[in-house]
Structure formats: structure tokens, C-alpha cells
Nanobody, 119 residues
Framework: QVQLVESGGGLVQAGGALRLSCEASGSIFSINAMGWYRRAPGKQRELVAG???????NYADSVKGRFIISRANAKNTVYLQMNSLKAEDTAVYYC?????????????WGQGTQVTVSS
């Protein structure tokens, strides 16, 4: 069974930094795109950043220049380095992956990790 497990969330002051990690485990043959989404209180879930298997990245306009997404393919892990955090970055952050495993090609979500930025 495939699982995505996030870590690295927490409480940080505005202007600070956090690094999120998400490791995919289970019967995985290959991972295509991976990404980070977030849901702030009272808002819909939105894409924060995505990265292809070849390393191409895309970012939400609100985080460009502050967040960096990367991945370690050998570890089935995707990272999100978040710098210059703002109060409006407060949200639950979810990892997402399109991967090919024992159940075929499916999309998976992590359980979410809370990021709280105090102003």
C-alpha cells in the first residue's frame, strides 16, 4: 500500500523559514509529478508548487521567490523550502504525487502538516 508521509510543519515567526518533507513509501515502480498544496482556514485548497520527474518546477504567484520545491528521486521524497514566511502562508500543507505502483497509475495525497506563521 502506498503512503505519503509529510513532516516539518510547525509554528514559526513571520520572516522565518521551514522545510517540509514528504516521503512516498510502499510498492512504487515510478513517480511522475509531485507537488505541494495548501488549504488555509475558510479557503479552498490551492497548488503551492509542483515538480516533474525531470525537475521542471512551477509555483503559485504568491510564493515565487520565497519557496523552493525539490525532490530526491532515489528517496521517493519531495521537499518544500519555505523562506520569508508570511502570516498568509498559514495553512495545512498537503503532499501530492502521481505515481505508478502495484495498483496501477494513481494519484495520492498525504495526511497534511500544519504550518502556522505568527505575525
Amino acid at each position: 500500500q502506498v503512503q505519503l508521509v509529510e513532516s516539518g510543519g510547525g509554528l514559526v515567526q513571520a520572516g522565518g523559514a521551514l522545510r517540509l518533507s514528504c516521503e512516498a513509501s510502499g510498492s512504487i515502480f515510478s513517480i511522475n509529478a509531485m507537488g505541494w498544496y495548501r488549504r488555509a482556514p475558510g479557503k479552498q485548497r490551492e497548488l503551492v508548487a509542483g515538480i516533474t520527474s525531470g525537475g521542471l518546477t512551477n509555483y503559485a504567484d504568491s510564493v515565487k521567490g520565497r519557496f523552493i520545491i525539490s525532490r530526491a528521486n532515489a528517496k521517493n521524497t519531495v521537499y518544500l523550502q519555505m523562506n520569508s514566511l508570511k502570516a498568509e502562508d498559514t495553512a495545512v500543507y498537503y503532499c501530492n504525487a502521481d505515481l505508478y505502483g502495484s495498483n496501477g497509475s494513481l494519484n495520492y495525497w498525504g495526511q497534511g502538516t500544519q504550518v502556522t506563521v505568527s505575525s
